[in-house]
């Protein structure tokens, strides 16, 4: 089993930036696809951005391609989006999740852990 937590959401004004981060326990992430997605009040959670194992290929939703970056630290065990250029259209709720086998996915339904969510707020 693979336990995710994700941190560093909060509350920002438009035109800022966060960074938020994914940190892994229970077994080694390092072979593992994994992404972030989000969740929005009263809409489907939904693809943001995901990174292979080895890190090299990345992938973003187009809403936020040039504005935010996957990124890894398999010696860490620990996944980051840095999102800058902050929009209030990002408030979400953003989950990060990992795929268990197979390649990099942007399906919700690809995931096999997820974590709980961090809380991001732009405001306008």
């Known amino acids: 089993q693979v336990q995710l937590v994700e941190s560093g959401g909060g509350l920002v004004q438009a035109g800022g930036s966060l960074r938020l981060s994914c940190a892994a326990s229970g077994r080694t992430i390092s072979g593992y696809p994994m992404g972030w997605f989000r969740q929005a009040p009263g809409k489907e959670r939904e693809f943001v951005a995901t990174?292979?194992?080895?890190?090299?290929?990345?992938y973003y939703t187009g809403s936020v391609k040039g504005r935010f970056t996957i990124s890894r630290d398999n010696v860490k065990n620990t996944v980051y989006l840095q999102m800058n250029s902050l929009k209030p259209d990002d408030t979400a709720v953003y989950y990060c999740?990992?795929?268990?086998?197979?390649?990099?996915?942007?399906?919700?339904?690809?995931?096999?852990?997820w974590g709980k969510g961090t809380l991001v707020t732009v405001s306008s």
């Open positions: 990174i292979t194992s080895s890190g090299d290929t990345t």
């Open positions: 999740a990992a795929r268990s086998s197979g390649i990099a996915t942007t399906r919700v339904g690809g995931m096999d852990y």
